[in-house]
């Protein structure tokens, strides 16, 4: 089957769904259909063997092991990281630092930023529409430090005010965090352009691609970008794993984050001198069988291809909200020009969870609530939204049920 009408679109989604094997699963005796997917993607047969197979036939603790299994894992878990630098066309892979996450690569340069690079009175511009992940790590840094935080404001279809985001540097600005892409309003931010701004005024800018990686190609060298954020588990990875991407003459001046094992070079009492990059930051032992998985999840999405992939949810995404914005009392939260795959809405005054709920008993996973983004839903005025975030295997049929399905819980009210 190929993936809608449109001829640029080769992916053949039938064959995909295939390789995923919960999709053919039944909850309350219906057919799952699967609309969570900014929260996390399942995982292709591929991805889940790899694990498997390394757990039964490499299994050895990376790094200085002298026998041949942990030369082995060692070789494939610095392959992974090569396979992460191809992905997303880092210079070197020095540059590529395995995190358990977003939100731990976030905290990660937080900190380490944070006590390199900024002091009492020290400013970090961020934005309206950030994940939690990308708010309370700063927060904690300015309760240790002193530091301000700004905020870049939006309007209300959900796009970030360049003019005033501009407006917001000094002379105290050190470093400019920013969502690629919103979780909640699938807005897809003009990043480039926002760190060419920050560059213009000497500042480095980290984006939080936890959303983006799965949907876009994200190159950093075109991005010039100085930091960059994601995790595997969104990109059709095992959980556990993500990576914090850095400019290597910047990685080079950052202190370490955790101290342990791997992190060092020598260690006496007395002092001790640390690894050379990227293990200066990976203290303890890494999770090196969920780096397989995660190569094998980015080889499946370039085997497949994200222009592939964005096409196609592209397509879902304006199908989606044709279809949903013809029930009555519909309204969207997120209404970008540059919007992904991610839609955020209300309907009359039914609660989001109520909606969620009987949604699920119709077999249709969405996710409801504040999105880890409680201030952008102050922003809003709401307290939060039912959210259907599609994958390269969803369907304009399971749009149609979601849409049956919605339409069938507002006549209950
Ligand atoms: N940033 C954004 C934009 C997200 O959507 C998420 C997760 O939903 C995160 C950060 C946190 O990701 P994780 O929980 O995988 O660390």
Redo the contacts with the bound molecule.
């Keep these: 089957m190929p993936s809608a009408n449109n001829p640029l679109i080769t992916m053949d989604i039938t064959k995909i769904r295939a390789d995923f094997p919960i999709l053919s699963r039944e909850v309350y005796g219906k057919p799952l259909i699967y609309f969570d997917n900014?929260?996390?993607t399942q995982k292709p047969r591929c991805v889940v063997d790899a694990i498997v197979d390394e757990y039964y036939s490499v299994n050895a603790n990376v790094h200085r092991g002298v026998h041949f299994l942990s030369q082995q894992a060692t070789e494939l878990h610095e392959g992974s990281r090569e396979t992460v630098r191809r992905f997303i066309n880092a210079r070197t892979s020095a540059e590529v630092i395995f995190t358990?996450?977003?939100?731990?690569?976030?905290n990660l340069l937080a900190f380490s930023f944070g006590e390199e690079f900024m002091k009492e009175g020290d400013e970090v511009i961020i934005s309206t529409m950030?994940?939690?992940?990308?708010i309370v790590p700063w927060q904690l840094l300015a309760a240790r430090k002193g530091i301000s935080i700004k905020v870049i404001p939006m309007n209300d279809r959900g796009e970030l005010l360049l003019d005033e985001y501009e407006k917001l540097f000094s002379d105290r600005t050190r470093i400019v965090s920013i969502?690629?892409?919103?979780?909640v309003l699938g807005t897809i931010n003009p990043v480039k352009e926002m760190i060419a701004t920050a560059h213009a005024h000497g500042v480095p800018v980290l984006v939080?691609?936890?959303?983006s990686i799965p949907h876009m190609q994200v190159d950093m060298q075109d991005l010039d970008v100085d930091f960059f954020?994601?995790?595997?588990?969104?990109v059709y990875g095992p959980?556990g794993v993500?990576v914090l991407y850095g400019k290597e003459e910047w990685l080079d001046k950052l202190p370490p984050y955790q101290g342990g094992g791997e992190m060092i070079q020598s260690v006496s009492f007395e002092k001790t001198t640390f690894n050379e990059l990227p293990f200066k930051f990976e203290a303890g032992t890494p999770d090196y069988i969920g780096t397989t998985g995660l190569a094998k999840a980015l080889d499946y999405v370039s085997a497949i291809g994200l222009e592939q992939i964005a096409a196609h949810e592209h397509e879902l995404t304006i199908y989606a909200m044709q279809r949903l914005g013809e029930i009555e009392g519909m309204r969207f939260l997120g209404e970008a020009a540059h919007k992904s795959s991610v839609i955020s809405f209300l309907v009359g005054n039914i609660h989001p969870f109520d909606m969620g709920t009987l949604l699920d008993r119709l077999g249709i996973a969405v996710r409801t609530g504040h999105?880890?983004?409680e201030p952008l839903m102050r922003r809003l005025g709401i307290e939060g939204t039912v959210r259907a975030s599609f994958a390269m295997y969803n369907t304009k049929e399971e749009i149609d049920a979601l849409v049956a399905g919605v339409d069938r819980v507002r006549k209950m009210f």
């Design positions: 900014g929260a996390t358990r996450g977003t939100t731990e690569a976030i950030e994940h939690h992940s990308n969502a690629h892409i919103s979780n939080d691609g936890a959303q954020a994601f995790s595997g588990h969104k959980t993500g999105h880890c983004a």
